[in-house]
Nanobody, 124 residues
Framework: QVQLVESGGGLVQAGGSLRLSCAAS????????MGWFRQAPGKEREFVSA????????YYADSVKGRFTISRDNAKNTVYLQMNSLKPEDTAVYYC?????????????????WGQGTQVTVSS
């Protein structure tokens, strides 16, 4: 079992930045691909970004490419999402997820563990 806890969400003006963190605990000795997803009110959960266990491969949704950067520090069992040039449409609850069976993926059903989410609100 792996427990994931997100932090770093908040309220920011359009054009601003936030850095989300996702700390993993529990069975962290296994190699996990990590992903970030988000869900806005009334919408389905959507893929944001993913990173392989080594950090050597990253993947972004077109909507955030060039603005968001995913990274990880395996020594700290933590994954980060640096979000720059935020837009009101980035407003959502952001979730991190972990999978021990894939290299990385944009598909939510391929992830085994999920955090509780952190709210990001971007005002115009």
């Amino acid at each position: 079992q792996v427990q994931l806890v997100e932090s770093g969400g908040g309220l920011v003006q359009a054009g601003g930045s936030l850095r989300l963190s996702c700390a993993a605990s529990g069975r962290t000795s296994r190699r996990y691909a990590m992903g970030w997803f988000r869900q806005a009110p009334g919408k389905e959960r959507e893929f944001v970004s993913a990173i392989s266990w080594s950090g050597g491969s990253t993947y972004y949704a077109d909507s955030v490419k060039g603005r968001f950067t995913i990274s990880r520090d395996n020594a700290k069992n933590t994954v980060y999402l640096q979000m720059n040039s935020l837009k009101p449409e980035d407003t959502a609850v952001y979730y991190c997820a972990a999978s021990g069976t894939i290299y990385y993926s944009s598909l939510a059903h391929e992830y085994d563990y999920w955090g509780q989410g952190t709210q990001v609100t971007v005002s115009s």
